[in-house]
């Protein structure tokens, strides 16, 4: 069990932190803050810098702490949180069904991020 954890909690939670360094860097292919922020704006999620920092902070530093396995509830929170505003302001009106563009992957990974919130960590956890 605590490895299956572990694993679940590596890739899910360096995957998040991925997508917020691609809103925050740039890196691994995402437009940085000013690119991202110009999509949000056009979404109506405005102002879009400061927004495009806290949805990048919510999942670089939730991404790493669920990863990590540390200070669970807080990683949830952050990151139900983008999820929920992604599901809200994208992907509710296309439905539920990904090749839609609907919020099925969204939820998917709230339930993954919420059932090992609500587990625990396991056995394998930096500290």
């Given at each position: 069990m605590n490895?299956?954890?572990l694993i679940i909690r590596l890739v899910v939670g360096l995957l998040f932190a991925g997508h917020g360094a691609q809103k925050l860097f740039g890196w691994f292919g995402g437009y940085g803050i000013?690119?991202?922020?110009?999509?949000?704006?056009?979404?109506g999620i405005k102002?879009?810098?400061p927004m495009v920092v806290l949805a990048g902070l919510a999942e670089l530093v939730g991404g790493l702490l669920f990863a990590g396995g540390v200070f669970l509830p807080i990683?949830?929170?952050?990151?139900?949180?983008t999820?929920?505003?992604?599901?809200l302001k994208v992907?509710?009106?296309?439905?539920?069904?990904?090749?839609?563009?609907g919020y099925e992957y969204n939820l998917v990974l709230?339930?993954?991020?919420?059932?090992?919130a609500l587990i625990g960590a396991g056995e394998y956890t930096l500290f």
């Open positions: 490895a299956g954890l000013k690119g991202t922020a110009g999509w949000m704006e056009s979404i102002p879009g810098v990683a949830a929170v952050l990151l139900i949180g999820m929920f505003v992604a599901i992907h509710v009106k296309n439905g539920l069904w990904v090749t839609s563009n709230i339930a993954v991020v919420l059932g090992v």
